[in-house]
């Protein structure tokens, strides 16, 4: 069974050109002029274009006391209507501290539900000789990519000698660590101080983690990883500070990787200061929305290249959820949405007003997130023998982003009211349509298939051969050279 994408404007992380994509089965088979095939689908004044990796995801999240309410059914949908047909969530590890049986029971909740693929990231919560043997499991299994959390202390929160350690790890391994660049102590005494001064609505959540806690937190990575050996990929960069450290060790050679996320590209900290009290509780995230100023930095970094891929963190909490922090903003659960809104908010804040470049477009929501987690050309690649995820990307169709006609399961959207003026088309996974614009029928749950990504990607490789060549090593030396001791 072969389909023809025909007529559209093929456009990738390098170039942009006029072609038909012929699709056999799950993967590319063919990429030129005139072709045919069993069936044919219309991209007609359209772009073609990698499906949307969103490398940053929280489904069905056990967190601060309750679950995250997007399931791995609907946030795949929401997903597969957005244009994303691939992500990557984050399992934590629950009571028994087994990263094993994490792995197994994200496993257990996603398969039978996911209707696009999916991966994982693995979180480190501590460190003992249980979670260094279970690492290399975990790669065996295909999770080539660790999280360190520097904040939520008492809970998630890992020191730096946990992390150096983990990082360490990650470098034998030849996987990737991750962090959640906030200083936790600080963030810890923040919030106290807020809490006795009387603010106990949502401002105080944006008052206890200034920026400036998040730069010294991802500064602090980088130079553990520096020591470590090890590549580093800062997760949710919100500010200038992270970018900074970020931009200053790429611009020494360092292998460090930062994510800024469509929310924060586009939402500023007004949101934690408006009269309305679920308006603003419904957009604590950590790290929080900042300043305005920040956004231009983050715009920058993408355009320079100190910043590759835009995630959304997707953490969706419902109105009823955030109201266990009513009387103190530290207990209202942290996060916000993303899934389905990340590409036309990328395209129309970007694209449309000259920020990015479509290629540049497709790099940061696709073929870059691909590279880093080592999935390329498997996924985030128009090319033959790819797997055929491919977005039929239309920039003519807009909307109005809102709860009624999102596919998330939350009661409310961090996006509401935005125009958007482009969405997807069609939505293929490994060659299927799961997605027509217009359509209410959901793709099968259960037809997603978890991808396993290997370890040893070509940058971590290259740094572990520049740091052994550069290691400390003895000074050999004639011991008649070498002064008798009195
Ligand atoms: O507020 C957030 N970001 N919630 C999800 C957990 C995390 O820190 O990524
Ligand atoms: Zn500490
Ligand atoms: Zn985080
Ligand atoms: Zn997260």
Request: charged share 20%.
């Amino acid at each position: 069974m072969t389909k023809v994408i025909k007529n559209g404007t093929v456009c990738t992380a390098d170039r942009t050109w006029k072609a038909d994509v012929l699709i056999e089965g799950e993967t590319i088979k063919q990429i030129g002029e005139n072709l045919t095939g069993d069936e044919y689908i219309d991209a007609e004044g359209a772009y073609v274009i990698p499906g949307g990796i969103d490398p940053h995801t929280h489904l069905e999240m056990p967190f601060m006391g309750t679950t995250a309410a997007e399931t791995f059914e609907s946030g795949t949908w929401a997903a597969a209507a957005g244009g994303t047909t691939m992500l990557v969530d984050f399992c934590l590890p629950g009571e028994d501290g087994s990263i094993k049986n994490a792995i197994n029971e994200w496993h257990r909740k996603s398969a039978p539900q996911i209707c696009a693929d999916i991966g994982y990231h693995m979180a480190i919560t501590g460190w003992n000789e249980q979670i260094h043997a279970e690492m290399k499991d975990a790669v065996d299994m295909g999770v080539n990519s660790f999280k360190h959390f520097m904040a939520y202390k008492g809970a998630l929160m890992v020191e730096d000698d946990e992390m150096f350690a983990s990082f360490q790890r990650c470098k034998e391994l030849g996987a990737l660590p991750m962090v959640h660049a906030e200083n936790g102590d600080i963030v810890d005494i923040l919030q106290k101080k807020y809490l006795a001064e009387g603010i106990t609505g949502p401002e105080g959540h944006a008052y206890s983690r200034p920026a400036e806690v998040e730069g010294e937190a991802a500064n602090r990575a980088i130079t553990i990883a520096d020591a470590a050996g090890t590549p580093l990929y800062i997760v949710h960069v919100s500010c200038e500070q992270a970018h900074e450290a970020i931009r200053r060790a790429r611009q020494k050679g360092m292998r460090i990787y930062g994510e800024p996320l469509i929310q924060f590209l586009t939402l500023d900290e007004s949101e934690y200061f408006k009269g309305d009290w679920m308006h603003s509780a419904r957009r604590v995230m950590s790290p929080p929305f900042r300043d305005k100023s920040h956004q231009a930095s983050l715009w920058a970094g993408l355009q320079s290249g100190s910043l590759q891929v835009v995630a959304t963190d997707h953490a969706a909490f419902t109105s009823e959820q955030k109201l266990m922090g009513k009387d103190n903003f530290c207990l209202i659960p942290n996060g916000s949405n993303g899934l389905e809104e990340r590409l036309a908010v990328l395209w129309t804040e970007g694209v449309e007003t000259g920020r990015l470049t479509p290629n540049e477009f497709v790099a940061a929501t696709s073929s870059n997130v691909a590279k880093i987690l080592n999935i390329y050309p498997k996924k985030g690649a128009i090319v033959e023998g790819a797997d055929a995820d491919i977005v039929v990307w239309d920039p003519k169709i807009s909307k109005t982003i809102s709860q009624a006609n999102h596919h998330s399961v939350l009661d409310y959207n961090v996006f509401e009211g935005f125009e958007v003026t482009a969405q997807s088309r069609y939505t293929l996974s490994r060659g299927e349509v799961i997605w027509a614009w217009g359509q209410n029928s959901q793709p099968q749950p259960g037809r997603g298939r978890f991808v396993p990504r290997p370890a040893f990607s070509s940058a971590s490789k290259a740094l572990s051969k520049w740091k052994e060549l550069n290691s400390p090593r003895t000074i050999k030396r004639d011991p008649m050279n070498i002064p008798a001791g009195i």
